[in-house]
Nanobody, 119 residues
């Protein structure tokens, strides 16, 4: 079994910064793409950013130049540094990962961490 555990969410004022992280554990042979998604109140889940095992990144247009995704492969951890936060960034942020367990590749989700940006 594989677990993704997020941490670091909270309340921040508009214009502020916040960093969240997600650590993977369990029966892991390798991790391919890791990413962050978010679900604003009353809306569907949407992509925020992804990063491959080699460090190639992809961002949603709404967060480009404000958010930075990174990962530490040795720690099996992905990070999201969020700067210049806006009230529209308020959402539950979910970690996602494509994990090879040695038998098969599966996609996993974390439980989510709340990020609230006050105006």
């Amino acid at each position: 079994q594989v677990q993704l555990v997020e941490s670091g969410g909270g309340l921040v004022q508009a214009g502020g910064s916040l960093s969240i992280s997600c650590a993977a554990s369990g029966s892991i042979f390798s991790i391919n793409v890791m990413g962050w998604y978010r679900q604003p109140p009353g809306k569907q889940r949407e992509l925020v950013a992804t990063i491959t095992s080699r460090g190639s990144t992809n961002y949603a247009d709404s967060v480009k130049d404000r958010f930075t995704i990174s990962r530490d492969n040795a720690k099996r951890t992905v990070y999201l540094q969020m700067n210049s936060l806006e009230p529209e960034d308020t959402a539950v942020y979910y970690c996602n990962a494509d994990v090879h367990t040695g038998w098969r590749m599966n996609n996993y989700w974390g439980q989510g961490t709340q990020v609230t940006v006050s105006s």
